[in-house]
């Protein structure tokens, strides 16, 4: 990957370049980030400006072999570990048993999230792990001697799931044999033991700003320029957020939200009925989407009530309908609630709950919550 394919970060790529221009870049790197706004992409794309044999000034040149085997994540000194789960029972969680799963992932875009990717290797439920084994095996390759001849680069993807185990790694960090760099790609430092921050250097990534994810939406021809303006205001800083959106600009799912809403403001049991048994035949992935959808459209609301006058920055039809809801005898604690209980499914739904039942339940509890009613417990 290039440099110049990663969303936005100017300022962390022009400060990371510099480092390694002045030969300051450090043996230990932790890049520090929301989910969504590039970690993973910069790690790989530095991995390939390291490995380059024929640098340019703000990047890796693209073309060389090195490059080339470093975009397919098979360049033999690229190592990367990631959450994992044991593939039998009796076998440790490793990463190399996922690799081919891996650059699979990657290849569709390095944009998708750590959910995503243990949803790809079918983890359901199961929590990812990065193991002490795998820690273990981390120090023996890293002390071997580059396979071709150059630096070795160890990527980290999201230390948060290295637990207790991580201080395994702490001398290697320490003092990492020669030509080592360790890359960290981290979404919540809170999370990291603070043995391994104190031992790296943090490079924080902000929100990427909207000008940049609409640009890289239509440079990627995911989308117009219209909407792609549109759900770079909607994307919250995160390109990751930005591709579900243009997703769900595909598959239109306007009319269902409208129709939901039309139940549940009418107390329309047949038809709430028939909204869960419907969404309970969709993916996961698909309910979450459309949940974060409504969402979405609900902030608008507040937001319009807030702000009356400044239209929504939305398609026409989402507009009005925005704007209709804003101007409802709706108070804006009811709106909040709808988006607690939304969000709320959307946790339940991530977890592996029933579906259907949580979608009904949603129902019900959002029209409890438009006529004032204490909700019962369930
Ligand atoms: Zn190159």
Not at 39 to 57: T, V
Not at 264 to 287: I, M, T, Y
Not at 367 to 373: E, F, P
Request: charged share 20%.
């Amino acid at each position: 990957m290039l440099l110049s394919n990663v969303v936005g970060q100017h300022n962390a790529k022009k400060g990371l370049l510099n480092m390694w221009q002045t030969g300051h870049f450090p043996h230990a790197l932790l890049i520090a980030g929301k989910e969504g706004t590039g970690g993973l992409s910069l790690a790989l794309a530095l991995a390939q400006y390291i490995f380059c044999e024929n640098k340019q000034q703000q990047d890796s040149c693209g073309q060389c072999t090195s490059c080339r085997k470093t975009a397919k994540l098979e360049h033999a000194d690229l190592h990367i570990s990631f959450p994992s789960i044991s593939p039998k029972p009796g076998t440790k969680a490793m990463s190399r048993y996922y690799m081919q799963e891996f650059r699979e992932f990657i290849a569709q875009t390095p944009y998708s999230s750590t959910y995503d990717w243990l949803q790809f290797i079918n983890a359901e439920n199961k929590q990812g792990n990065i193991t002490a084994e795998e820690c273990r095996e981390m120090i023996e390759t890293l002390n071997l001697k580059s396979y071709e001849g150059g630096k070795k680069v160890q990527i980290i993807w999201r230390p948060e799931y290295l637990g207790k185990e991580g201080n395994i790694l702490l001398k290697l960090i320490e003092e990492p044999p020669s030509n080592t760099i360790m890359l960290f790609v981290a979404e919540d430092t809170e999370d990291i033991l603070a043995t391994i921050l104190s031992r790296t250097q943090i490079v924080r990534l902000p929100p990427i700003n909207p000008q940049d994810i609409a640009q890289a939406l239509v440079s990627r021809s995911l989308t117009d320029e219209k909407k792609a303006a549109q759900v770079a205001h909607m994307a919250d800083g995160s390109f990751t957020e930005a591709l579900r959106l243009v997703r769900h600009a595909e598959n239109d799912l306007f009319p269902d939200v409208r129709n939901w809403f039309n139940a549940l403001f009418r107390n329309n049991g047949v038809e709430l009925a028939k909204f869960s048994e419907d969404w309970s035949k969709a993916g996961r992935e698909q309910q979450k989407n459309f949940l974060r959808y409504i969402v979405q459209l609900l902030e608008q609301a507040i937001r319009a009530r807030y702000l009356p006058g400044h239209p929504p920055a939305l398609p026409p039809e989402e507009a009005q309908f925005v704007q209709k809801l804003a101007a409802m005898q709706v108070s804006l604690e009811v709106f909040e609630k709808m988006v607690k209980e939304i969000t709320d499914t959307i946790y339940y739904i991530e977890r592996n709950a029933h579906s259907k039942t949580q979608l009904h339940a949603l129902s019900i509890r959002v029209v409890y919550t438009i006529q004032g009613r204490n909700i019962p417990v369930l």
